[in-house]
C-alpha cells in the first residue's frame, strides 16, 4: 500500500489567505441575496466601506452587471470630495443611483434641523421612505463588527420590522454561513457583506486590489477648528463658534459622514501603506476616534438602530 504524505508547504498551496477568505464570505453574501430576495439595493456613499462592498458586488457578478440600484441619503452637509466620488463611480458602472435628500425633508417640514447642527441622526426618516418608495426587501450595508458595540452585536443579514426598526432580541443564528433571508409582507432584511472585516482588513485589500479612493482619506493640509477633542472643517452647518478659532492643519479622515460630525485626524499618512501603519499602531476604533453624532450618549448607535438606522 502506498502511503501519501502531504507537506505542511502543499497544503498551503491550496489554503486561502486571509484577505481571500474575507473576499469569498462577502461575494457568496452577494450572490446569496441575488437569489433570495426581489429588490435588494446596495446603500453607497462614497465612503471606504461603500466603496468596497461596490467593488465586491462588480467580483461577484462579473462579467454580467450588478443586478442591484445604488441608494445614498444625502444629508446635504456631505463632503464635496465623496459626492464627487459617488457621481464617478456611479457613471464609470453605469449604475442606477436613488438619491434621497434630508433637505427636503426639512424643507417641508417632515425633519427639524437640530441645533447641534448634526445632519447624521436625521437620516433615518428618508432611509425608510427611500426604501419604502423603492420597494426594497434587501439592503446592503457596510457596517462592520468592529466598528462600534451595537454593530458588534447585528448579525449579517439583520431582520427589520415594518418600521425599520431593529430588534436584538429577533436576531437569528447564522451557524455555517447559513443565512435566513425569510420576513413578512413590509418587513425587510439589512445584509452586511464586510461584518467580519476589520478596518485593517480594509486597508490591506484597498492596497491588494488598487483601488481608487477619495483624497480626503490621505494626508492633506484643511482649515479646521477644534471642537470636543475632534478636528471639524468649517461649514454652514454650524461651525465654528467665535470661540473656536480655525488653523491649517495636515490631517486625514479614517471614516466620513457628512461635515457636521466627522472628525479628521493629524496625520502625515499620503499613501496606503502609510494609512496601513498608522491603523495598526492605533488603539482607538475609527467611529470611537472621530464620529460626534456616536458620542451622544454610550447607546447612542443603539437608539438609532432600533428606530430604523443603518
Known amino acids: 500500500m502506498t502511503t501519501v504524505t502531504h507537506t505542511p508547504a502543499a497544503a498551503n498551496e491550496y489554503a486561502l489567505s486571509h484577505l481571500d477568505a474575507l473576499e469569498a464570505e462577502s461575494v457568496h453574501i452577494f450572490r446569496e441575496v441575488a437569489g433570495e430576495f426581489e429588490r435588494p439595493v446596495i446603500l453607497f456613499s462614497g465612503g471606504k466601506d461603500s466603496i468596497v462592498m461596490l467593488h465586491l458586488a462588480l467580483k461577484a457578478f462579473h462579467p454580467a452587471p450588478i443586478p442591484f440600484s445604488l441608494l445614498h441619503v444625502d444629508t446635504g452637509h456631505n463632503f464635496p470630495e465623496v459626492l464627487a466620488y459617488r457621481d464617478r463611480a456611479v457613471a464609470q458602472h453605469s449604475l442606477r443611483l436613488h438619491v434621497a435628500l434630508v433637505q427636503d425633508y426639512i424643507d417641508d417640514g417632515r425633519l427639524r434641523e437640530r441645533p447641534d447642527g448634526l445632519r447624521n441622526p436625521l437620516q433615518t426618516v428618508p432611509l425608510l421612505d427611500g426604501i419604502e418608495t423603492g420597494r426594497f426587501d434587501a439592503v446592503f450595508g457596510g457596517g462592520r463588527r468592529d466598528e462600534e458595540k451595537a454593530r458588534a452585536k447585528e448579525r449579517v443579514f439583520s431582520l427589520r ?150
Not at 486597508?203 to 492633506?220: G, N
Not at 482649515?223 to 461649514?235: D, H, I, K, P, Q
Request: charge should be negative.
Open 161 to 310: 420590522d415594518e418600521f425599520g426598526a431593529w430588534d436584538p432580541r429577533r436576531q437569528r443564528p447564522e451557524l455555517w454561513s447559513l443565512y435566513n433571508g425569510r420576513h413578512a409582507v413590509g418587513e425587510h432584511v439589512r445584509v452586511f457583506p464586510l461584518s467580519n472585516w476589520t478596518e485593517l482588513d480594509v486597508w490591506q485589500y484597498i492596497e491588494r486590489e488598487k483601488i481608487e479612493l477619495p483624497e480626503i482619506y490621505f494626508a492633506h493640509e484643511r482649515e479646521v477648528f477644534s471642537r470636543n477633542g475632534m478636528w471639524l472643517t468649517a461649514g454652514e452647518w454650524g461651525g465654528p463658534k467665535e470661540s473656536e478659532p480655525v488653523e491649517t492643519r495636515l490631517v486625514r479622515y479614517r471614516t466620513v459622514g457628512d461635515m457636521s460630525c466627522t472628525g479628521a485626524v493629524d496625520s502625515d499618512a499620503v499613501a496606503i501603506t502609510d494609512v496601513i501603519a498608522e491603523i495598526a499602531a492605533s488603539r482607538l476604533t475609527e467611529r470611537g476616534a472621530t464620529r460626534a453624532d456616536d458620542k451622544m450618549s454610550e447607546a447612542a448607535m443603539e437608539d438609532r438602530k432600533r428606530e430604523g438606522y443603518f
